[in-house]
C-alpha cells in the first residue's frame, strides 16, 4: 500500500497543471510518472492516467477528483455486499482527491483472436445483465450516467476473478454537478439504499467468461465464432 504522503504529493503537484489548462495532466503523464518514480500503466479507456510502483500490489489513479471521489465513496459504500466483491478495492485518496489509490488487478481481459475487433452480442448481453445489479444506486444518484462496465474496465486476479476496475460513473455526475458532493454524504447516501438480494459470480478460465446469478448462467467464448466483425 502506498504512502498518504505520496498520494499528497502527487495531488499538490497535480494541481498546478490544472491551474491553467485542464489538458495538461494526460499531456504531462508520462512526466508525471518519471517525477514521482513510478511506471506508466494506462492513459486511453479511462477519465484518468493510472501509475504504479514497481512491483507494488496497487496503482494509482490522477485525474479529476470527481471521478476519484465518486470511486472511493461507490467501493466504500458497497465493500461489505456481494456486489463490492465485483470491484476492485479502493484503498486510499488524497486530501483533494486528484490521487486514489485501487489493488492492482494484474491481467487484461483477453482480446479476441484475428484481424478485426468482434463485437460479441454474448458478452453485451453479461454485461447489460452485471449493470442492471447496480441500478438501485439510481434512486441516490438520480442524475447517474450508468454503469459504463466495458471489456476494458475488466481486468482477471490471478485466481480467475473479473474485477471492475473503473466504476466511477455509478457517483460521477453528482460530484461532476456539484462540489459540495463529500464522499461521506454518498457514503451514508448509498447505505440508505436497500441493496438487490442478488449472488453473482464473474470468473474466466481457458478464455471464456462465466457469468452466473440467481436467475441466469452465461459462457462466454472470447473467441465467438458467431461474433460480428467490426472492420
Known amino acids: 500500500m502506498g504512502s498518504a504522503n505520496l498520494l499528497n504529493r502527487i495531488d499538490s503537484y497535480v494541481q498546478t497543471l490544472l491551474s491553467d489548462n485542464k489538458e495538461r495532466v494526460w499531456a504531462d503523464a508520462e512526466h508525471i510518472a518519471r517525477k514521482f518514480k513510478l511506471d506508466l500503466v494506462e492513459t486511453t479507456g479511462t477519465t484518468r492516467i493510472v501509475v504504479k510502483k514497481k512491483n507494488s500490489r496497487t496503482v494509482i489513479k490522477i485525474g479529476y477528483p470527481a471521478h476519484n471521489h465518486a470511486e472511493y465513496a461507490a467501493y ?14 479502493c484503498l486510499a485518496i488524497s486530501n483533494r482527491g486528484y490521487a486514489l489509490e485501487m489493488q492492482f488487478i494484474p ?12 463485437l ?11 449493470e442492471s ?33 473503473d466504476y466511477s460513473n455509478l ?4 460530484f461532476s454537478r456539484s462540489s459540495k458532493t463529500t464522499v461521506e ?9 436497500e441493496f438487490p438480494k442478488v449472488n453473482v459470480q464473474l470468473t474466466m478460465k481457458n478464455r471464456i467468461i462465466h457469468y452466473q446469478d440467481n436467475h441466469v448462467s ?8 458467431k461474433a460480428k466483425a467490426i472492420i
Open 185 to 193: 454524504e454518498a457514503i451514508k447516501g448509498l447505505l440508505k439504499l
Open 120 to 130: 460479441n452480442s454474448e458478452f453485451t448481453k453479461l454485461r447489460d445483465k452485471l
Open 76 to 89: 466504500k459504500a458497497l465493500e461489505c455486499s456481494v456486489l463490492g466483491q465485483l470491484l476492485a478495492p
Open 107 to 118: 491481467r487484461s481481459l483477453p482480446q479476441a483472436r484475428g484481424e478485426y475487433y468482434w
Open 171 to 174: 457517483l460521477a455526475d453528482m
Open 218 to 225: 452465461y459462457d462466454v467464448p472470447v473467441d465467438s465464432s
Open 133 to 165: 445489479h447496480f441500478s438501485f444506486i439510481e434512486k441516490y444518484n438520480k442524475h447517474a450516467w450508468g454503469a459504463d462496465f466495458h471489456e476494458e474496465n475488466m481486468r482477471v486476479m490471478r485466481n480467475g476473478d473479473i474485477k471492475i476496475i
